[in-house]
């Protein structure tokens, strides 16, 4: 069973900056899309950014400009450089394919963004 294990989060005051990181393991990950989710409190989780396997990224309106998904696939890793951030992207992080595998959510990352 594949595995996707998110890390990177943290307290980031309102304009700063975080790079999240999702380590899969498996043999699939250079021929799946992957995606960034995240869910806030009281909220349903959405889709924030997804990579096709080559590299081409689609994202939501809320992060477009501010935030960066890219893949290295010689390291089974996808990645999220999240700019400018503002209280209203605070949430849990979470990657898994595109579209998400129900059984493939992991713990996610807590991302807080507050002065």
């Known amino acids: 069973q594949v595995q996707l294990v998110e890390s990177g989060g943290g307290l980031v005051q309102p304009g700063g900056s975080l790079r999240l990181s999702c380590a899969a393991s498996?043999?699939?990950?250079?021929?799946?899309?992957m995606g960034w989710y995240r869910q806030a409190p009281g909220k349903q989780r959405e889709l924030v950014a997804h990579i096709s396997p080559r590299g081409s990224t689609t994202y939501a309106d809320s992060v477009r400009g501010r935030f960066t998904i890219s893949r290295d696939n010689a390291k089974n890793t996808v990645y999220l450089q999240m700019n400018s951030l503002k209280p209203e992207d605070t949430a849990v992080y979470y990657c898994?394919?595109?579209?998400?595998?129900?059984?493939?959510w992991g713990q996610g990352t807590q991302v807080t963004v507050s002065s």
């Open positions: 498996g043999r699939i990950f250079s021929i799946v899309a």
């Open positions: 898994n394919y595109y579209p998400a595998s129900t059984g493939s």
